[in-house]
Structure formats: structure tokens, C-alpha cells
């Protein structure tokens, strides 16, 4: 059952798109064992999806409760309905756009963002804004796109259309090395990068396309439309490999 997943996977050991559900538990499970979370902790989820990757949390981890935020009201209403039918009153799911989310009642053990935080705009005002959320000792995790440099000709001509395509703001263009830089600058020590798997990009525009078939009844034409510019998009980055995936991890100091 691949559930409502929605992120590039983790597809080590996995050779086909059927088993999408299980790559993309595969990239909760590395955030998650990334980020240190433990049994008891209050966590942040942004862009949280239809909330897969927080329920799977939750058993994974032992979790206390999740707080996530999307921008989507029909995936905050989608994942509202899921709790209530599976009696799940850990997880809260609330609207909000990051960088700009809503004031929070918690400070948080542990702020996630799971192949979400290149959308936001910018990613480096909502490191700042997780850093003021943290509690001392807490941590950011991020599972997310960096520009994989040095670029050829070409693949620099092609960066700016293909960011356009898939949503990504143009400050956020930026490698690996600039993104741990960007983390310390907001106040992250211990920073740490490490890429996920360079073939993640390669079976995902297929399971888009069944998943936009799957939820259409639910889903806006606006969405419909999204969705399947993201599946173009998708296998533009497998066939240029202008981007990598990798998880990002920084500490707030204690």
C-alpha cells in the first residue's frame, strides 16, 4: 500500500515504482533517524502532505505529538479525516505557509521538513524562524534538493526553467556547502549534509501520474495541473542531474 506519500523515496534495495510507498517510508525513516527523534519528544512538521510521514513517525518513534503545517487546505482536511478514522489525536494538522507559520503555543524538540522546504520562499527565513521554535538542544531536519555543483554549460542554462518547473524560488538555488552555511548563519551549530540516493529522482514522475488518477475526485483542476507540471519536471532533473537529494541536520546551541 503506498498510502498518500508524496517525496522523491529512498530507493536503496528497490528497483520499482510500485514500491513507491516503501521509498518514501525509506525517507521518513532517514530524516528521521537524522534528526535523533525519540520516544516523548513534540515535533514540527512542515509540509506535511497528507500526513503519511507523521503517522509513521508517530509509530516509529514513539513521538508524544506532531504539529504540522501545510499550505494546502484540502491535504490539512485529508489528513484531519485520517485521524479522526484511525483515532490518532497525536498528530495535529493546521494551515500554514512557510516561512510565515502561524504563532505556536510549543516550543519543539525537533522541526521537519520532508522534500518540502525548496518550495518555501525562502528557505533561509524559515531557518530562522525553526531556530526562535526550537528548544534549546533541539534540532532542524531536512530532506531536501541542493544544487549539485559544479554545473556544466548547459545544465547551468537549464537550472533557472527547470527551478521554475518544479517551484523552487531562485534564492534558493544554491549547493550543498551554501545550504550548511545558511543553516549556521541562522544560528545552527553541529551542521551536518549527507546525500540520500543519487537515483531518487528516476521513479517518481510515474507514481505522480497514478497518484494525480488516484485522488482526482479530491483533487482542484489547479492541483491536477501542479501535479503533473511536478511529473515533467521530475524527469528533467533525472535526465540532467542538476540537483541531488540530501538530508540537512543542525542543532540549536545549549
Same mark, same amino acid.
Request: aromatic letters at 12%; a neutral charge; charged letters at 20%.
Given at each position: 500500500?503506498?498510502?498518500?506519500?508524496?517525496?522523491?523515496?529512498?530507493?536503496?534495495?528497490?528497483?520499482?515504482?510500485?514500491?513507491?510507498?516503501?521509498?518514501? $517510508?525509506?525517507?521518513?525513516?532517514?530524516?528521521?533517524?537524522?534528526?535523533?527523534?525519540?520516544?516523548?519528544?513534540?515535533?514540527?512538521?512542515?509540509?506535511?502532505?497528507? /500526513?503519511?510521514?507523521?503517522?509513521?513517525?508517530?509509530?516509529?518513534?514513539?513521538?508524544?505529538?506532531?504539529?504540522?503545517?501545510?499550505?494546502?487546505?484540502?491535504?490539512?482536511?485529508?489528513?484531519?479525516?485520517?485521524?479522526?478514522?484511525?483515532? $490518532?489525536?497525536?498528530?495535529?494538522? !493546521?494551515?500554514?505557509?512557510?516561512?510565515?507559520?502561524?504563532?505556536?503555543?510549543?516550543?519543539?524538540?525537533?522541526?521537519?521538513?520532508?522534500?518540502?522546504?525548496?518550495?518555501?520562499?525562502?528557505?533561509? $527565513?524559515?531557518?530562522?524562524?525553526?531556530?526562535?521554535?526550537?528548544?534549546?538542544? /533541539?534540532?532542524?531536519?531536512?530532506?531536501?534538493?541542493?544544487?549539485?555543483?559544479?554545473?556544466?554549460?548547459?545544465? !547551468?542554462?537549464?537550472?533557472?526553467?527547470?527551478?521554475?518547473?518544479?517551484?523552487?524560488? !531562485?534564492?534558493?538555488?544554491?549547493?550543498?556547502?551554501?545550504?550548511?552555511?545558511?543553516?549556521?548563519?541562522? /544560528?545552527?551549530?553541529?551542521?551536518?549534509?549527507?546525500?540520500?540516493?543519487?537515483?531518487?529522482?528516476?521513479?517518481?514522475?510515474?507514481?505522480?501520474?497514478?497518484?494525480?488518477?488516484?485522488?482526482?475526485?479530491?483533487?482542484?483542476? /489547479?492541483?491536477?495541473?501542479?501535479?503533473?507540471?511536478?511529473?515533467?519536471?521530475?524527469?528533467?532533473?533525472? !535526465?540532467?542531474?542538476?540537483?541531488?537529494?540530501?538530508?540537512?541536520?543542525?542543532?540549536?546551541?545549549?
Amino acid at each position: 500500500d503506498t498510502g498518500a506519500w508524496m517525496n522523491f523515496g529512498s530507493w536503496n534495495n528497490l528497483n520499482s515504482s510500485l514500491e513507491y510507498g516503501k521509498a518514501c $517510508e525509506g525517507a521518513a525513516r532517514v530524516l528521521g533517524n537524522a534528526a535523533g527523534l525519540r520516544q516523548g519528544q513534540t515535533v514540527m512538521d512542515v509540509g506535511f502532505g497528507c /500526513g503519511d510521514q507523521d503517522f509513521y513517525f508517530l509509530k516509529e518513534f514513539q513521538l508524544a505529538q506532531i504539529i504540522g503545517y501545510s499550505n494546502s487546505h484540502s491535504q490539512v482536511q485529508l489528513a484531519k479525516d485520517r485521524c479522526e478514522k484511525l483515532g $490518532e489525536k497525536r498528530f495535529i494538522p !493546521r494551515y500554514g505557509s512557510a516561512p510565515h507559520l502561524p504563532p505556536s503555543e510549543h516550543q519543539f524538540d525537533a522541526i521537519l521538513s520532508l522534500d518540502s522546504a525548496y518550495h518555501y520562499n525562502t528557505r533561509a $527565513e524559515f531557518f530562522t524562524e525553526a531556530y526562535n521554535r526550537l528548544k534549546i538542544g /533541539g534540532k532542524i531536519g531536512l530532506v531536501d534538493l541542493a544544487v549539485n555543483e559544479p554545473l556544466s554549460f548547459w545544465q !547551468r542554462v537549464a537550472l533557472l526553467p527547470l527551478s521554475i518547473m518544479i517551484g523552487i524560488p !531562485r534564492a534558493n538555488l544554491y549547493s550543498d556547502t551554501a545550504y550548511c552555511q545558511k543553516l549556521q548563519r541562522a /544560528g545552527f551549530w553541529n551542521v551536518s549534509v549527507e546525500t540520500i540516493d543519487p537515483n531518487a529522482f528516476s521513479h517518481l514522475p510515474t507514481f505522480i501520474e497514478a497518484q494525480i488518477e488516484r485522488f482526482r475526485p479530491i483533487l482542484s483542476p /489547479g492541483v491536477i495541473n501542479k501535479y503533473k507540471f511536478i511529473a515533467s519536471g521530475m524527469k528533467l532533473l533525472c !535526465r540532467l542531474q542538476i540537483f541531488k537529494l540530501a538530508v540537512f541536520v543542525g542543532e540549536k546551541e545549549s
